[in-house]
C-alpha cells in the first residue's frame, strides 16, 4: 500500500534523478551513433542537404563563391566610383581646371591685337565651354556606371541606393554642362 504525502522531494535528489536522466540520454545516443553505419550518416546527410521543395542541393563551387563575393564588391564600389564621379562632375575637377587654363592661355595668345568681342570668345567663352566639356564627361561617366549597377539583379539596398545617388548627380551634372556649353544659362559677355 502506498501513503501519498504533499512533502516535495529534498533538492538532492532532484537533482540527482536529473544527472541520471542526462547520462542516460547521451548514453542512448552514444548508442545510436555508435550504430550508425556509414553509409548510412551520408544518406542522412544527403537528405539533409536536399532543399525544401525536394529537388536536391547542387554543390558549390569555389568558382561560384568567388563569382558571388567578387560581383558584390565590384558593383559596391562601381555604386560609390558613380557617386564620386557625380559630384566631381557637379564640383568641377582638377583636369577641368588645367583644360580651362590652357584654353585662357591659347586664347590670350591668338587674341593679340583683335576686337574686344575676338577677345572675349577667346579669352572666356573657349574656357567656359573647355570646362563644361569636361565635366560634362565626368557626368556622362558616373551617368554611365551607375546604370550598369542598377540594371545588374540581386543587389544589395545600399549599393542600389548609392547607384541611384550617382545616376541623379549624373544626370544633374551631364544637364548643368550642357547648359554650360551651349550658353543656356549664362551668355557671354559683350563688349560695350
Known amino acids: 500500500m502506498t501513503i501519498k504525502t504533499d512533502e516535495t522531494p529534498a533538492p538532492d535528489e532532484t537533482a540527482e534523478k536529473a544527472g541520471k536522466a542526462?547520462?542516460?540520454?547521451?548514453?542512448?545516443?552514444?548508442?545510436?551513433?555508435?550504430?550508425?553505419?556509414?553509409?548510412?550518416a551520408l544518406d542522412e546527410l544527403d537528405e539533409l542537404d536536399d532543399d525544401e521543395d525536394g529537388?536536391?542541393?547542387e554543390p558549390a563551387s569555389d568558382e561560384a563563391f568567388?563569382?558571388?563575393?567578387?560581383?558584390?564588391?565590384g558593383a559596391a564600389a562601381a555604386a560609390v566610383v558613380s557617386a564620386g564621379l557625380g559630384i566631381a562632375a557637379l564640383t568641377g575637377t582638377w583636369v577641368g581646371k588645367v583644360v580651362s587654363e590652357r584654353e585662357t592661355l591659347i586664347g590670350q595668345i591668338?587674341?593679340?591685337g583683335g576686337t574686344a568681342a575676338q577677345q572675349i570668345n577667346e579669352i572666356?567663352?573657349?574656357?567656359?565651354?573647355?570646362?563644361?566639356?569636361?565635366?560634362?564627361?565626368?557626368a556622362f561617366l558616373a551617368l554611365v556606371v551607375a546604370v550598369l549597377v542598377l540594371v545588374r539583379p540581386q543587389r544589395p539596398g545600399w549599393v542600389r541606393a548609392v547607384a541611384l545617388a550617382g545616376?541623379?548627380?549624373?544626370?544633374?551634372?551631364?544637364?548643368?554642362?550642357?547648359?554650360?556649353?551651349?550658353?543656356?544659362?549664362?551668355?557671354?559677355?559683350?563688349?560695350?
Open 22 to 40: 542526462e547520462k542516460a540520454e547521451k548514453g542512448a545516443e552514444t548508442a545510436a551513433v555508435e550504430s550508425v553505419e556509414p553509409a548510412e
Open 167 to 192: 545616376a541623379v548627380l549624373g544626370a544633374i551634372g551631364l544637364f548643368l554642362s550642357a547648359g554650360m556649353y551651349f550658353d543656356l544659362f549664362l551668355n557671354l559677355p559683350t563688349a560695350p
Open 124 to 138: 572666356y567663352a573657349d574656357a567656359w565651354h573647355s570646362t563644361a566639356l569636361v565635366n560634362g564627361v565626368f
Open 55 to 57: 529537388t536536391e542541393a
Open 66 to 73: 568567388e563569382e558571388a563575393s567578387g560581383d558584390g564588391v
Open 110 to 112: 591668338k587674341a593679340q
